[in-house]
């Protein structure tokens, strides 16, 4: 086993490092290249972090590499997103104008809707729960529709059919509409 060996100057580095961050894992990676410089054994350094030995291996890896570099995250895997920077300005801009003024014969938007507009736009779309991700992300609240006018409803004209309903449910027929 080969012991690691730190400089005085690297030493102060990472203590820095580690209480200069907020990030979790920068801190655990600082922590565990001077364990290691402290003569600690990887299972030991895994077990008191709560990490596996895959992870101070490939922490100590990306040290000896990269320096202090190493020890930051790294890109995370995957592809990247087909929802550009153009995309979300479009997202953005639909949901902040009324489907009404676009020309649309509906006052709220829906995932669906709003999706369907900006395949039109953009040429690209997504699942409603992408979408949906998406707009959260955004900093949109997804939410059910309200089917009524304007965002509200008349109070009056609520207020007269429920008492129009609630006297026709009595039997009190209007004399014209009785027949003889």
């Known amino acids: 086993m080969t012991r690691w060996k730190l400089t005085d100057k690297q030493w102060e580095a990472l203590d820095d490092l580690r209480f200069s961050t907020a990030d979790k894992a920068l801190f655990r990676n600082a922590t565990i ?4 410089a402290a003569g600690r054994s990887k299972p030991s350094i895994a077990h008191d972090l709560g990490c596996s030995v895959g992870t101070v291996d490939i922490v100590r ?18 592809r990247t ?5 153009e995309y979300r300005a479009a997202l953005r801009r639909a949901v902040e104008t ?6 649309y014969g509906f006052s709220v938007w829906s995932l669906a ?21 998406i707009l959260h992300a955004e900093g949109f609240s997804v939410q059910r529709p309200k089917h009524t006018m304007h ?18 449910k009595k039997g009190r027929w209007p004399k014209t509409a009785m027949l003889s």
């Open 81 to 85: 997103s087909r929802a550009t920077p």
């Open 61 to 78: 890896r990306r040290y000896r590499e990269q320096g202090l570099a190493g020890l930051a995250k790294g890109k995370p895997p995957g």
């Open 151 to 168: 965002g509200k409803r008349d109070e009056a004209a609520y207020d007269t059919a429920r008492r129009e309903l609630k006297r026709l």
């Open 33 to 36: 290249i001077l364990m290691s």
């Open 113 to 133: 809707r709003l999706n369907a507009h900006l395949a039109q736009q953009t040429k690209i779309s997504f699942s409603e729960d992408q979408l949906g991700r």
């Open 98 to 103: 009324p489907p009404q003024s676009l020309g």
